[in-house]
């Protein structure tokens, strides 16, 4: 079998479990060299960019985060000046309403004061043209008055159907005289 | 098993063309400082090129990192991280095995490979098949454990927390305590070694038998024996598939249990 053969070759060079300096030598030289590089260069500079990576992640949330609230921020601030523009607005209307309706109250009030004062102009007037006609009616009827009164007295009073006459043309005459001369201001 | 059955047909064979593969191939000759300790034969160089190829990969790797990864960067962290978590921070905890990494770090990528070196055409021998280099390795995490562990607790308490078991009735100790330095004083260091020093040799001396099997059955056997180097040649491709993973296995087994003795040797509970 060839265990066998192995070991009867094995003991012409010797026990392979026993190293020749050499051997042991060469063996720890390689490994130094492995272990130096693995342990002054390899692994810092893997341990640094799993570090940074982390960082950078971490830093990258943060960002995020950041971000986040600024523009959970800048909606509660658009919101709010939306509510403050919604209420500008109503306050607006309510003002501009307020105004008309001031505007309207005014007008009435200036018309009803017009229509008053026309009123009393038109009163006052009609007042005075009364006084002038009483004025002038008194006057004409003293004239009037005294005028029948010598009529009368140049007539026979006793005499009914001649007062009667005089009377009616008394009358007549005062039509005619008033469609001749109308009643001033008429 | 067609390996075992070619083997058998091989020996009958031996006597003409055939050369079993030998422990001499472990020895081959020096070449350089001959009788020196810097003697240097094909073996040392190949665990030279292999120190070469995996110091370059890392230092490059190392080089080039990014805060963005590229592919290799990325396949490279996964390995590390493999190493890193997988292996050490999962064995002894993240602060403990901080101070640790270096050492875990460089004997699985060293181990991976010197062990590789042994499916590399022209090279077609493992680093780690001579026992130098397994004791060494060894030898490293040997003193680490009970260095670290005597650092940690001071020597005495140290010995005492190694060599007796707790809860256990005051008599068996006798029997215990014995056991239990040779377990951790004795066994776990040799079996440490071994355990990747013959995963390397066999493996490689069962890929040789295989293929010069197959050569020999091909070439020099009489005819109607062709037909055997396709079981001979079968038998080393499955082998030589078995050898890929048993390359990093024993490279993660050996950082592995690496950690776990380290960890024993410092952790209070036991």
Same mark, same amino acid.
Not at chain 1, 2 to 26: C, R
């Given at each position: 079998?060839?265990?066998?053969?192995?070991?009867?070759?094995?003991?012409?060079?010797?026990?392979?479990?026993?190293?020749?300096?050499?051997?042991?030598?060469?063996?720890?030289?390689?490994?130094?060299?492995?272990?130096?590089?693995?342990?002054?260069?390899?692994?810092?500079?893997?341990?640094?960019?799993?570090?940074?990576?982390?960082?950078?992640?971490?830093?990258?949330?943060?960002?995020?985060?950041?971000?986040?609230?600024?523009?959970?921020?800048?909606?509660?601030?658009?919101?709010?000046?939306?509510?403050?523009?919604?209420?500008?607005?109503?306050?607006?209307?309510?003002?501009?309403?307020?105004?008309?309706?001031?505007?309207?109250?005014?007008?009435?009030?200036?018309?009803?004061?017009?229509?008053?004062?026309?009123?009393?102009?038109?009163?006052?007037?009609?007042?005075?043209?009364?006084?002038?006609?009483?004025?002038?009616?008194?006057?004409?009827?003293?004239?009037?008055?005294?005028?029948?009164?010598?009529?009368?007295?140049?007539?026979?009073?006793?005499?009914?159907?001649?007062?009667?006459?005089?009377?009616?043309?008394?009358?007549?005459?005062?039509?005619?005289?008033?469609?001749?001369?109308?009643?001033?201001?008429? | 098993?067609?390996?075992?059955? +070619?083997?058998? =047909? $091989?020996?009958?064979?031996?006597?003409?063309? /055939?050369?079993?593969?030998?422990? *001499?191939? @472990? #020895?081959?000759?020096?070449?350089?400082?001959?009788?020196?300790?810097?003697?240097?034969?094909?073996?040392?160089?190949?665990?030279?090129?292999?120190?070469?190829?995996?110091?370059?990969?890392?230092?490059?790797?190392?080089?080039?990192?990014?805060?963005?990864?590229?592919?290799?960067?990325?396949?490279?962290?996964?390995?590390?991280?493999?190493?890193?978590?997988?292996? +050490?921070?999962? =064995? $002894?905890?993240?602060?403990?095995?901080?101070? /640790?990494?270096?050492?875990?770090? *460089?004997? @699985? #990528?060293?181990?991976?490979?010197?062990?590789?070196?042994?499916?590399?055409?022209?090279?077609?021998?493992?680093?780690?098949?001579?026992?130098?280099?397994?004791?060494?390795?060894?030898?490293?995490?040997?003193?680490?454990?009970?260095?670290?562990?005597?650092?940690?607790?001071?020597?005495?308490?140290?010995?005492?927390?190694?060599?007796?078991?707790?809860?256990?009735?005051?008599?068996?100790?006798?029997?215990?305590?014995?056991?239990?330095?040779?377990?951790?004083?004795?066994?776990?260091? @040799?079996?440490?070694?071994?355990?990747?020093?013959?995963?390397?040799?066999?493996?490689?001396?069962?890929?040789?038998?295989?293929?010069?099997?197959?050569?020999?059955?091909?070439?020099?056997?009489?005819?109607?024996?062709?037909?055997?180097?396709?079981?001979?040649?079968?038998?080393?491709?499955?082998?030589?598939?078995?050898?890929?993973?048993?390359?990093?296995?024993?490279?993660?087994?050996?950082?592995?249990?690496?950690?776990?003795?380290?960890?024993?040797?410092?952790?209070?509970?036991?």
């Amino acid at each position: 079998m060839t265990p066998v053969h192995i070991l009867a070759a094995a003991e012409s060079t010797g026990n392979p479990l026993l190293p020749a300096l050499y051997d042991i030598v060469w063996s720890a030289v390689c490994l130094l060299i492995v272990f130096l590089v693995v342990w002054k260069y390899v692994l810092p500079a893997f341990n640094k960019t799993l570090d940074e990576r982390a960082e950078r992640i971490q830093g990258g949330i943060e960002k995020a985060e950041k971000v986040q609230a600024e523009a959970d921020a800048a909606l509660a601030e658009y919101q709010k000046q939306l509510a403050d523009g919604r209420a500008e607005a109503a306050r607006l209307r309510a003002e501009a309403q307020e105004e008309g309706a001031q505007i309207i109250a005014d007008m009435k009030a200036q018309a009803h004061s017009e229509a008053d004062r026309i009123i009393a102009s038109a009163q006052s007037q009609i007042e005075a043209e009364r006084q002038a006609a009483m004025v002038q009616l008194r006057s004409e009827v003293g004239t009037l008055a005294t005028d029948l009164a010598s009529r009368i007295v140049g007539e026979s009073l006793s005499d009914d159907q001649r007062a009667a006459n005089v009377v009616d043309r008394f009358i007549s005459d005062l039509e005619s005289q008033s469609s001749a001369q109308p009643v001033k201001g008429a | 098993m067609g390996t075992l059955n +070619a083997a058998n =047909t $091989m020996i009958q064979a031996a006597e003409s063309g /055939f050369h079993a593969p030998s422990m *001499a191939e @472990f #020895f081959p000759a020096a070449f350089l400082f001959e009788g020196t300790p810097f003697e240097m034969n094909r073996v040392m160089l190949i665990r030279i090129i292999a120190t070469v190829a995996v110091v370059v990969l890392l230092a490059v790797w190392a080089r080039r990192m990014k805060l963005i990864p590229s592919r290799f960067q990325s396949a490279m962290e996964l390995a590390m991280e493999f190493v890193t978590i997988g292996i +050490a921070e999962d =064995t $002894m905890g993240k602060e403990k095995a901080k101070k /640790f990494m270096p050492l875990i770090v *460089a004997i @699985f #990528f060293g181990i991976l490979f010197w062990n590789v070196t042994k499916l590399i055409p022209f090279l077609n021998m493992p680093g780690t098949g001579v026992i130098g280099l397994p004791i060494v390795l060894t030898l490293v995490v040997y003193v680490t454990y009970h260095w670290a562990g005597i650092a940690e607790k001071g020597l005495g308490r140290y010995l005492k927390d190694s060599l007796i078991l707790p809860g256990v009735p005051p008599l068996m100790h006798i029997l215990l305590i014995p056991i239990e330095f040779i377990t951790k004083f004795v066994t776990q260091p @040799f079996t440490l070694a071994i355990r990747l020093f013959a995963n390397m040799m066999v493996g490689h001396l069962l890929l040789v038998l295989c293929f010069s099997a197959t050569s020999f059955f091909l070439f020099d056997a009489a005819n109607g024996f062709q037909f055997f180097s396709i079981l001979t040649f079968a038998g080393g491709f499955f082998v030589f598939l078995l050898e890929m993973l048993v390359v990093v296995l024993q490279a993660y087994i050996f950082a592995l249990l690496s950690c776990v003795y380290i960890n024993a040797a410092i952790s209070d509970d036991h």
